[in-house]
């Protein structure tokens, strides 16, 4: 014990001598800066009470520099998203989409569900193998191409996608190591090619490639999908188009009939509201099928109304009228010289049957004179005509939620020759969409409401739609169209107990530089009820040829307006028209108190 008393005694320090950390710091001045920062280290961790705030201080940093390097890394994954499906490097399952519908209700395009057939090349014990019984279950595929995937070293590759339950079924019975199965959403649309140029359509990764589809996800579906948010069609609002299904229908099928009849290249037709804008139906043939779109990107696919720009020929002559009555240096009852041909440098204007006399402007309406519409566009003058082309959305490219679109073709130096002829449709190509857009203003009391796709009320259309003529204009408007139907060539679209007013138009196709005298370019426009309108449709025709009843003729009133009297015929009752067989009453109370030609 007193040993080790002594032992005690000597390894203590001498009385007075300074202890370790006083001794330390009197010669970290002396240390080289990587033995000070050792010290400090190493006191740090000691558990002083001088050092307690720098730990305190130590550990608050390295909270702070994990959180933010979390916070980046979850600001990353903000900004680069995974498709919700997304696995295996990369590759992404087909994300929901919400039910498209009609106006009725009435499903248009909608997701089923299927399953697609993956495989784990790494760990596919014999390619060959697997290959040889693949194929024999699904014998559309390619044996080279899968061989090719299944011979990698990848952790990935597709081997077919969105296939049927039964070949689900056969798949899996192989039992092959390596491949497996992914659920997935198919779009289907269970009306086959019925509206497909406005649906669109959707490739195998479900995500929008044209029309309405293409319009969901440049509205925000894609990114919803990307953030997870649409895994389900139910998690989707449905999107409700104006469209009607069975307008839809029964137009197209009278269409097929006439393109048939007629021989013709292509044709299209429209069911305009002309209150709300809203497009009751569209068609343009020849169509597709949106569940099989392998024709779709073919050149004679386009959506005539909307991507197809065309003369549209003396549906234009409305347009003039109404300018030159909306303006005031003309009147219902104003005269125009159509006694013989207008000359204008070496160029020479006439009429397709003309009257030879001086016409009145109904009279310039119904037996659509070039000479007389071209009078009044020089009453105007070039700069007046083309403010009010203009104003009613015909020289720039008109924006719907469709993505795609054409922009008018004008004249590169638009003088008083070119007013001439764009005064009777001639020498501006326009989107027929546009055109009916227009003729709808002047129909519906002078506001010009931007056509949609989407179903809308009337309140909500005219809210921020510019008055673009007098009320005044559009009666008289509606009274020349409903003159052309009795006495004009309208008559052969008139569809009893229906009121109806229209303006046909042929116009010359221009193929390499020239008019060909021999090709037409047809369009037929009519408004019904004309005292009242509620609808506007619109059929063109490309190319139509002679039929047995036509005597040789192929101008509008021939086709385009007999097949619109039968459109106007069969749709009219389905959207809630019936039959009116009694004239209304003073149904244009200005012209007869102006007394214009032609009031009964």
């Not at 798949?171 to 406005?198: D, S, T």
């Not at 007629?262 to 509201?273: M, N, P």
């Amino acid at each position: 014990m007193d040993e080790m008393n002594g032992r005690d005694a000597a390894n203590a320090p001498e009385a007075g001598a300074p202890d370790m950390p006083v001794y330390e710091e009197a010669l970290r001045p002396a240390l080289s800066r990587r033995a000070r920062a050792w010290l400090f280290v190493r006191d740090l961790f000691r558990m002083r009470a001088d050092r307690s705030s720098q730990r305190v201080l130590l550990v608050g940093a390295f909270f702070m520099v994990l959180f933010a390097t979390l916070v980046g890394r979850l600001s990353w994954l903000a900004m680069h998203p995974k498709a919700p499906g997304e696995f295996h490097g990369g590759t992404t399952v087909a994300a929901a989409r919400p039910d498209i519908l009609d106006r009725n209700g009435i499903v248009l395009a909608t997701d089923i569900k299927t399953v697609s057939v993956f495989a784990e090349p790494r760990n596919i014990i014999d390619a060959d193998e697997a290959t040889e019984l693949l194929t024999a279950v699904l014998p559309d595929l390619d044996a080279k191409d899968l061989r090719d995937k299944l011979s990698t070293n990848k952790g990935f590759a597709w081997v077919k996608r969105q296939i049927t339950p039964r070949q689900q079924a056969e798949v899996h019975r192989l039992g092959i190591p390596g491949i497996g199965f992914v659920p997935e959403n198919k779009r289907v649309y269970p009306n086959g090619p019925i509206g497909a140029h406005v649906l669109g359509f959707a490739n195998v990764d479900n995500e929008g490639i044209a029309g309405i589809e293409k319009y969901m996800d440049n509205q925000g579906l894609k990114a919803l999908a990307g953030y997870g948010f649409a895994r389900s069609a139910d998690d989707l609002e449905p999107v409700r188009l104006s469209l009607d299904l069975r307008a839809t229908a029964a137009a197209r099928d009278e269409l097929i009939k006439g393109v048939a009849h007629f021989r013709a290249k292509a044709a299209a037709t429209l069911i305009l509201d002309v209150n709300t804008g809203e497009v009751i139906s569209l068609v343009s043939l020849p169509d597709y099928d949106p569940n099989n779109p392998v024709d779709a990107l073919q050149a004679d696919r386009i959506n005539r109304m909307i991507v197809g720009v065309f003369e549209m020929g003396s549906t234009f002559k409305a347009l003039t009228v109404a300018m030159a009555l909306d303006s005031g240096k003309a009147n219902i009852n104003s005269t125009y010289d159509a006694r013989s041909a207008l000359r204008y440098g070496r160029f020479t204007i006439k009429d397709f049957h003309g009257k030879n006399r001086v016409l009145n402007v109904p009279e310039v309406f119904i037996y659509s004179s070039n000479i007389g519409t071209a009078r009044m566009a020089l009453q105007q003058g070039v700069t007046a005509h083309k403010a009010f082309l203009r104003k009613l959305g015909q020289l720039d490219r008109m924006r719907t939620e469709m993505p795609e679109s054409s922009a008018p073709l004008l004249p590169p130096n638009w003088g008083e020759l070119n007013t001439i002829t764009i005064s009777y449709g001639h020498g501006l190509a326009v989107a027929p969409l546009q055109a009916a857009a227009a003729v709808g203003a002047l129909s519906n009391g002078g506001q010009f409401i931007t056509p949609t796709f989407l179903k809308r009320p009337e309140q909500e259309a005219r809210a921020d739609a510019p008055q673009v003529i007098k009320p005044e204009t559009s009666e008289a408007m509606r009274f020349v169209m409903r003159l052309n139907a009795e006495r004009g060539y309208a008559r052969k679209a008139d569809v009893p107990g229906y009121f109806i007013g229209g303006k046909t138009g042929t116009a010359e196709k221009v193929i390499n530089g020239r008019y060909a005298k021999n090709k037409n370019f047809t369009t037929f426009m009519t408004v019904l009820p004309s005292d009242d309108p509620k609808y506007l449709f619109l059929t063109v025709y490309d190319e139509p040829q002679a039929a047995p009843e036509t005597y040789g003729q192929t101008t509008a009133a021939w086709n385009a307006g007999v097949t619109t009297g039968k459109i106007m015929a069969r749709v009219a009752p389905l959207l809630g028209l019936p039959p009116r067989f009694e004239e209304p009453v003073n149904p244009f109370p200005t012209m007869a108190r102006l007394g214009a030609w032609g009031i009964h």
